[in-house]
């Protein structure tokens, strides 16, 4: 094509490519969308959240956003979202269990403290029965919350290795589970 028939290019950046306005154009662009699709997922679980598990998605994309890093942008949204949402539900099933436990009679309390020991104990064998090295990985990652990542430059290993152990670890949690 010659150059006089080109088609003009357009003054605004796509995006998912870094700068002051990418993100308010993926706001202006998704947070619609991303809305619905939380409430279309969760439902009544997350109830008047959705726009703050919006706002607080935005705030989690925008180092990525700033660095050019978007690829697919409503994945990387509703995956971001999704896990929000999903955090939300279990800070909010706590906090119920909180209120509930604090008004139980003294006796149910006692059962439930049993079984929560118990449940501990389980979980304490299934750590101690799993390989020393998939324990490290599952133990750094699931407890002390670090990225696959951090426990590589922690542990001097490739995150290929991290992986490989993590789901080592888990197939041990749920074959000892499934017991």
């Given at each position: 094509?010659?150059r006089?028939?080109?088609?003009?290019?357009?003054?605004q950046?796509?995006?998912?490519q870094g700068?002051?306005?990418?993100l308010?154009?993926?706001?202006?662009?998704?947070?619609?969308w991303?809305?619905?699709?939380?409430?279309?997922r969760?439902?009544?679980?997350?109830?008047?959240?959705a726009?703050?598990?919006?706002?607080?998605?935005?705030?989690?994309?925008?180092?990525?956003?700033?660095a050019?890093?978007i690829r697919?942008?409503?994945?990387?949204?509703?995956?971001?979202?999704?896990?929000?949402?999903?955090?939300?539900?279990?800070?909010?099933?706590?906090?119920?269990?909180?209120?509930?436990?604090?008004?139980?009679?003294p006796v149910?309390?006692?059962?439930?403290?049993?079984?929560d020991?118990?449940?501990?104990?389980?979980?304490?064998?299934?750590?101690?029965s799993?390989?020393?090295?998939?324990?490290d990985v599952f133990?750094?990652?699931?407890?002390?919350?670090?990225t696959?990542?951090?426990?590589a430059?922690?542990?001097?290993?490739s995150i290929?290795?991290?992986?490989?152990?993590?789901?080592?670890?888990?197939?041990h949690?749920?074959?000892?589970?499934?017991d």
């Amino acid at each position: 094509m010659r150059r006089s028939q080109r088609r003009p290019e357009t003054a605004q950046a796509p995006p998912s490519q870094g700068g002051d306005n990418g993100l308010d154009i993926l706001y202006r662009r998704y947070a619609d969308w991303l809305t619905a699709m939380l409430r279309r997922r969760f439902g009544a679980s997350i109830g008047d959240t959705a726009d703050d598990l919006v706002q607080e998605t935005y705030v989690r994309i925008a180092p990525y956003e700033a660095a050019g890093q978007i690829r697919r942008p409503q994945a990387l949204l509703m995956r971001v979202a999704s896990n929000l949402a999903r955090d939300q539900m279990r800070r909010n099933n706590v906090r119920g269990v909180q209120v509930e436990f604090a008004v139980e009679d003294p006796v149910d309390a006692a059962e439930r403290i049993d079984a929560d020991q118990v449940e501990a104990l389980f979980f304490k064998q299934i750590l101690l029965s799993m390989p020393h090295a998939s324990r490290d990985v599952f133990v750094l990652s699931r407890i002390a919350g670090l990225t696959y990542e951090e426990i590589a430059a922690h542990s001097g290993l490739s995150i290929k290795t991290v992986e490989w152990r993590m789901s080592r670890a888990l197939a041990h949690c749920a074959a000892r589970v499934q017991d």
